[in-house]
């Protein structure tokens, strides 16, 4: 049997350089239930911001971890969105997320990311997210890879031979 042909590496889909009509454009954290806030956001820094529901509680009766890492991941995502060219696109390469203290069913939070360096193929951001009545309840740094269209995908790696 001949060897299968590798898949070519998965691209993220090129961003809308506006961010209100990016955030227009849905995604997991309209899913989740929490929007990008245009008038809070800009060049370098995004707001996210949503309320609790019954669906975002954990076994414990308080807010799932994966909920405060979306919604970071998205406003920290979006400040390096809002750095980018029409001819660039960009994706989470890590994501390190603390948490601080539990948020609960009626909270309202607010996520505030901001790119703190981009460089040509890589863009450094922090986050907070915070309840209403301003206590931190989370943050979290990552680093998103960026990619642009004269970019070429490095070739695949030779298969590995059999000894």
Not at 17 to 30: E, I, M, S, V, W
């Amino acid at each position: 049997m001949p060897p299968r042909k590798p898949l070519p590496e998965p691209r993220p889909t090129r961003p809308i350089p506006d961010l209100y009509r990016a955030a227009r454009r849905g995604g997991f954290h309209h899913e989740v239930g929490f929007r990008v806030i245009p008038e809070k956001s800009g060049r370098g820094f995004c707001t996210v911001a949503g309320r609790v529901e019954h669906r975002h509680l954990n076994i414990n009766g308080v807010v799932h971890g994966g909920v405060y890492a979306t919604i970071l991941d998205t406003a920290m995502g979006g400040s390096v969105v809002s750095l980018l060219t029409a001819e660039e696109t960009t994706a989470t390469t890590s994501l390190y997320v603390e948490f601080l203290r539990a948020a609960r069913e009626g909270d309202t939070l607010s996520a505030r990311g901001r790119v703190l360096r981009r460089g040509r193929h890589i863009a450094f951001a922090e986050g907070s997210l915070v309840g209403a009545d301003g206590a931190t309840l989370s943050q979290a740094r990552g680093t998103w890879y960026i990619w642009s269209a004269a970019d070429r995908s490095p070739p695949a790696p030779a298969p590995r031979r059999r000894a």
